[in-house]
């Protein structure tokens, strides 16, 4: 058989699966060459021509062992042990583990004997010995040699695997000899193992090298280790034992490089007994013990680790405290108590700033735990009725309540889909109020909104956190592309919750009204433009915390940015692009608030809105924005004086203001088509008087050639403009018999005065 080389060699690569509620996690080796692989299979299970005639030697062997015909010496009795087991290994290599209680009668009481006899020859060992030479001992005892008869702890650590995938009989068999404490020992004492110094050097008549070999036992050891946590026993005997807290100690020290492979073959050891040991009398020790409080003392305390391995520390942790948290909340009041979540703050934060890659991945997993810690606990948490009102609700809400356990398909039946853990959701909120990098910030808005929408009840259990409503405060401090993220989800809870967010809106009302950053403000106003036009509800909503009257503050920003031209045929100096945006955005909500709600339009003419809107119509880039708005306050009760002013501009503007006046004369037309009573108010407030007004102040437009100052407009903008006039005062009279009789006998009456006035004008058209 040709050396391997170690480079064909990947070991101890930490495979983690996380899923809301849930976190799972592997460690395995990797062969890139077959030649390991290979080896395993043959070593373990290995092939027998004839199982029943081993089998039978076997039975024949241990009957002799138990029974012998003299008294035997412990090291008879143990060569005798040795003997027996490669013919085990190799008769029941390829049986199933269930098999073998049937086939072998006699299986208990050899499992126990072979575990007695590892635990004896680790003791040997480790007996009057520093921990250098002892765990330098017990590998030189397990580590595979050229033969078998060369490699008895190894080839009884193969045995040993093989029993301890035979079920729970046979490990509290094992469990009786103290084998789970005494390999947990050897996992400690691995820890100072000294560094290989000649890895690629193999002994003669060995197939190996030496790290070659150092994997194989690696491998194998821990897999004994793990099978034997698979069943509560082992943990009950560690705990007994005074040795479940060496596992916790070794996951979270500081080892040589060269032995992290062990530290991390603790924390898969640990993370077994977290999912299948975890019986209340664990659970005590645990916490009498003060294991989650040493984690994290030592955690704290070791500067040299790297954030990947700081990560895998919090992996096995966080195992614990999710799994303890199905039978009592005492490891999670651990947590809490030493300030392990104020911690894993500091933490989270110190890794935002190293911008490497394996850093950044380190964050992103480390996020995705604790979004999974927080629907780990003992206590169902349930939304208070009191905290999660709103000033109005939308037709049909109803609170929703906790969906409690997690019913989908392959999901582990402990698993909860709502927020039980109060402190840890803190943690993503309160570093999302310090972070800054895009990487972190869009993180935990992600993990913030798997959790909402794991269960609708989950963000009016944790509303009193005024999550949303804090974040709004920061908002603007963040990336862009992080400020997008956050108002869709507040657009999830206003769409998906059907729930009216008042708290939130009040704070966005602030943060506009604060002015912090333009560009924030056009992400803001565009997502109040989405939730406005949800339902009509949002009307009224909008001016109750405030919104309104800080659109018309905004509205007066806008104006003042403007200058007013110095006729209607040059536009006012350009502003900056995003305030455009801005204003723009401004004026197409206060039209849609303003849009069938008097109440809106008498706040908004209680602020200066009105007043406002009307000075902007003069200005080209925002005018017909602004006449929109100006529509809706005339259509609302009280709108005759904003007819009146509105008249009263077009007839205040130049005589040569002609897409000025033609603009206000189309937007008073939609509002007469609209409505009986516009074309009442429009009677009222003289419009007829204001629109004939115009079409005298039009004198010799049409004559050929114009009159002065007409031969300087073009006669397309003259005819539509006359156009313009007369189709107001049509619409202004049609279906109605009192404004057409008003006409007729006073406006037309008025003008016949001034004979010479009106008939030129006549003459003309």
Known sequence: MDHLNLNETTFAVYVINLSPGKIEIDIKIKFKSKKMSNFLKKMMPGKHTDMSLGLNHLRKLFAEFRHPNRRASQDEQEEKLYTMIPLFCKTFGEVPSSEMMEKFGDILQFSSHLSKLMVTEIRRRASNQSTEAASCAIVRFLEINSSEEASNGWMLLQALTLLSSGGQALIDNMTGASLPSTLVKCLYLFFDLPEILDGDAVEPGCNFTHTERRVLLQKVFVQVLVRLCNYASPAEELAKKDDLSL????????????????????????????????????????????????????????????????????????????????????????????????????????????????????????????????????????????????????????????????????????????????????????????????????????????????????????????????????????????????????????????????????????????????????????????????????????????????MVTCLHRYAALLKTPDNDTVESEPIAADQQELGSLVMECLTALLSGNSKNADVFRECGGARCAHTMIPHMQCRQQTLNIVQQLVLSPGGDDDMGTLLGL????????????????????????????????????????????????????????????????????????????????????????????????????????????YSNCSHEI
């Open 650 to 757: 077009m007839h205040s503007s130049p005589v040569l203001s002609l897409q000025l006046k033609t603009h206000i004369l189309k937007a008073l037309l939609n509002v007469l088509r609209e409505s009986h009573r516009s074309r009442t108010v429009f009677r009222r407030v003289g419009g007829f008087v204001y629109v004939m007004s115009v079409l005298v102040s039009m004198e010799g437009c049409l004559c050929d050639p114009p009159k002065v100052p007409w031969d300087q407009v073009r006669r397309t903008d003259v005819l539509s403009m006359l156009k313009t006039v007369f189709s107001t005062l049509t619409v202004a009279m049609r279906y109605e018999p009192a404004n057409a009789k008003f006409f007729e006998t006073e406006v037309c009456i008025k003008y016949d005065e001034d004979s010479v006035q």
């Open 247 to 550: 596992l916790f100690s070794a996951i979270t020290s500081w080892c040589p490089a060269h032995n992290v492979v062990w530290r991390k073959s603790a924390g898969e050891v640990l993370v077994t007994l977290s999912r299948h040991g975890l019986i209340p009398n664990v659970v005590k020790y645990i916490h009498d013990k003060g294991c989650v409080r040493h984690c994290i003392e030592n955690m704290q305390r070791i500067q040299e680790l790297s954030p990947i391995e700081q990560v895998e520390m919090f992996v096995t942790v966080f195992c614990f405290l999710k799994d303890s948290s199905e039978v009592s909340q005492v490891l999670m009041e651990d947590f809490k108590s030493c300030q392990g979540y104020n911690y894993l703050c500091e933490f989270l934060l110190r890794l935002e700033l190293d911008t490497c890659l394996e850093s950044t991945q380190a964050l992103r997993n480390l996020l995705l735990l604790v979004g999974s810690l927080t629907t780990c606990g003992y206590m169902e948490l349930k939304p208070n009725q009191a905290s999660s009102g709103s000033l109005y609700q939308m037709p049909g809400f109803s609170l929703p309540q906790p969906a409690g356990k997690d019913v989908q398909v392959n999901a582990s039946p402990s698993s909860s889909v709502s927020v039980r853990n109060i402190q840890a959701f803190q943690v993503l909120q309160s570093v999302f109020m310090k972070g800054s990098t895009s990487c972190l910030c869009n993180t935990i808005l992600e993990v913030i909104n798997s959790i909402y929408h794991q269960d609708n009840a989950n963000y009016f259990i944790l509303e009193p956190q005024h999550t949303m409503s804090q974040f709004v405060e920061k908002i603007y401090l963040k990336p862009q592309d992080v400020q997008e993220k956050f108002f869709e989800l507040l657009e999830f809870i206003v769409y998906d919750l059907n729930f009216v967010p008042c708290k939130e809106l009040i704070s966005i009302s602030i943060l506009i009204k604060s002015d912090h950053s333009t560009q924030c403000n056009i992400l803001c106003m565009k997502s109040l433009l989405k939730i406005l036009q949800t339902h009509t509800l949002y009307k009224d909503v909008f001016r109750e915390v405030g919104m309104l009257e800080v």
